[in-house]
Each structure stands twice: as C-alpha cells, then as structure tokens.
C-alpha cells in the first residue's frame, strides 16, 4: 500500500505541474491578449498544446505506474524470501538448542571427574575458581560439583 501511495503522490505533483504549466501559459497568453489581441487561431494552438501536453503527461504517469507494480512485485517476492529466511533461521536456532541441552546432558568424561579428588576440588575452588566455569570444564551440573565438594569436607 505504501507504494501506491508514493505513485499518488507523485501521480499528483505531476498533475499539478501539468497545470501549473498550462496555467502559466494560459496567463502569459491572457497578458500577451493585453499587448495584442489573441485571435482565434491562437487559442487553438494553445488549446492543442494543453491537450498534447496532458496526453504526455497521462503517457508519463501509466509508464510509472508500470514501474511501481514492477517494484512492488520484487519487494514482495524480496519480502517472501526474507521470511523464509527468517523461519529457517529459527529453525536452526532451534536445533542448536537442541542440541547444547542434549550435550550438557551426557555424563562427564570420566577421566576429569575421577581424577578430581575432594582435596583438589576444594584446593581449586578456595584459590577463586568459578564454581560455574569449573564444573563447564569438569562437563557436570553445578549442583553436583557442590555436592562433591560438600561430600569431601564430610570426609575431613
């Protein structure tokens, strides 16, 4: 809609330019009519010259508003595609979700944990580790890294 109201608006600017242009030739001839009297022929010819130049303007405006439907197609079509684009886009996002929780679901790698003793957890976390980093290296919930370490200061 917002294309059509674009060619409106040129649509009238065009017009009004057509009249004005007439209304300027119109006058000049009326004040040449003051210097001289038109005769009949004269007005004809200004007349003639009206209607040609309101035919080229309706030439003009049907070859813009050609061009504008030509435009607003492509936009659709650009509009159309870029949705498509939009709704795969979401759709991969989607997955990688999908994926990043199935992965932090699978157990640990069991060397990292198992080596990790109580004494050594406890080490990293006094010496200013993040709870919430080490357990991302370690590949185990954040819950179950405090629980280690509260099991290993039972043991002490």
């Not at 060619?7 to 001289?36: D, N, T």
């Amino acid at each position: 809609m917002d294309g059509w109201f674009v060619f409106v608006v040129v649509a009238g600017i065009v017009l009004c330019s057509g009249f004005v242009i007439s209304i300027v030739m119109l006058k000049s001839a009326w004040a040449k009519k003051e210097r001289e009297v038109l005769t009949s022929y004269d007005l004809r010819v200004l007349e003639e010259s009206v209607v040609v130049l309101i035919d080229q303007l309706k030439t003009e405006m049907d070859g813009r508003i050609a061009e504008a439907e030509i435009r607003a197609k492509a936009l659709e079509q650009l509009l159309h595609e870029a949705d498509e684009r939009i709704i795969a886009y979401g759709r991969l996002v989607q997955e990688n979700e999908a994926k990043a929780c199935v992965a932090r679901q699978q157990p640990p790698s069991a060397g990292l944990v198992e080596d990790l003793d109580g004494d050594r957890l406890h080490a990293l976390i006094s010496n200013g580790a993040d709870p919430v980093q080490l357990a991302r290296t370690l590949g185990v919930d954040c819950a179950e890294l405090k629980l280690m370490q509260r099991l290993s200061s039972m043991r002490n």
